[in-house]
């Protein structure tokens, strides 16, 4: 049987994961054109967002592995086969990357650094007040593997750090110790009514979608923040500029858009309170990654366990 790599990737990023991928695999046949690959032998498709109905060709498929952790896109695929286990990216590189990102966005908002950066193209001298971090409630929604390595970075940077996640204290992994944590919809108001800023790191399903909307938005505490770091499909984007051009929000970092590349006309580009990332906040590293696929292509081969499976009732 064989291993098939498909999906956006260009060719650069196709040599590494080969590379990486053989490297860690050298027993499977791993290859990425179906001129060389009877689709039938194929019963390993690595994904990076291939295109709706690719998967479909593959009829001994017993493993789909995501080269991403998101799945939204996959499983919007009404194609995708349906009892074959789906798999996601679980990367500690990634998490360290995405725990980067969120501590360089929330300390750059804690401490004025954005509006610096603006001073000085104005060649504004002016000192902006310094608030503690212990003084500032950061909310971490989503406390998955992601959102609870951004948490303990943020909880070790001295924030006051508190979670938000679907179940209640005993659900999935503990969160960090000192996180206050928060569960369910009742919870989100009262949350996001004390938190300075907000970072969000909650998968695309149903109930996340437009979940930034003029409602969510008017919940915020007057003048915080907001981190997007997951999924575009989470804001409403003319929503978000309206709480910005009113004062409600005073600034969002933004990694993720409704319609990825951001286009140029897009007012966000040029707005002077937001800062925007090309859905860069944590990218899946091939030389770490290969080593997770290649964990769960053996424990498919030895009849063992497969790791990081999708609960595609959930859709995360
Ligand atoms: P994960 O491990 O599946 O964790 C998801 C978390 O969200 C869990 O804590 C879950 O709650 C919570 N959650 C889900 N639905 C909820 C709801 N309706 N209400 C409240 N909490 C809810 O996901 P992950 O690996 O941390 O990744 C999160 C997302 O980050 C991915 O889905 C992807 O979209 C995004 N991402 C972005 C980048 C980037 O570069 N921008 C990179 C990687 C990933 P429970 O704990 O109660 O289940
Ligand atoms: C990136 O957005 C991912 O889901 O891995």
Redesign the pocket.
């Known amino acids: 049987m064989s291993v098939y790599l498909c999906g956006e990737l260009d060719p650069p990023e196709v040599q590494a994961w080969l590379q990486a991928l053989r490297a860690a695999l050298p027993e499977e046949r791993i290859d990425t054109s179906l001129l060389s690959l009877d689709p039938a032998t194929v019963d390993v498709v690595l994904v990076a967002n291939p295109p709706p109905g690719q998967l479909k060709t593959f009829t001994s498929l017993r493993l789909i592995q995501s080269l ?5 896109r996959l499983l919007a695929d009404r194609t995708l086969p349906a009892d074959v286990p789906l798999a ?3 990367d500690d590189s ?2 360290q ?2 725990a980067e ?1 969120a501590l360089w966005a929330v300390l750059s908002l804690h401490r004025g650094f954005f509006d610096y950066a603006q001073q000085q193209r104005e060649c504004r001298w002016a000192v902006l007040p310094q608030r503690r971090a212990d003084e500032l409630q950061v909310a971490v ?8 390595v951004v948490a303990s970075r943020l909880l070790a940077q001295g924030y006051a750090v508190h ?5 209640g204290r005993s ?3 503990a969160a960090p110790a000192g996180v206050t944590v928060h ?3 009742t919870a ?1 108001a009262p949350l996001l009514a004390c938190s300075d800023i907000v970072v969000n ?5 149903d ?2 979608r437009d979940l930034f909307d003029a409602t969510r938005l008017a919940w915020m505490k007057p003048g915080a923040a907001l981190i997007n ?3 575009g499909a989470q804001v409403v984007e003319a929503d978000l500029l309206a709480a910005l051009d009113s004062g409600q929000l005073s600034r969002a970092v933004l ?2 858009f409704q319609r990825e590349p951001l286009d140029v006309s897009h007012p966000f580009w040029a707005h002077p309170r937001v800062t925007v990332l090309p ?6 590293d091939p030389r770490s990654a290969a080593r997770v696929v290649a964990a769960n292509v053996r424990a498919l081969r030895r009849g063992q366990p497969l790791a990081n499976l999708v609960d595609r009732r ?3």
Do not use: C
């Open positions: 991403w952790a998101g799945v939204d996601r990216m679980v990634m998490s990357a995405m990102t929604l989503g406390l998955g593997q992601l959102g609870r979670g938000w996640r679907q179940g659900a999935g992994p569960a369910g919809l989100l790191l909650l998968p695309l399903t109930d996340t770091l997951a999924r990694d993720v859905h860069a906040a944590a990218l899946t959930r859709g995360y």
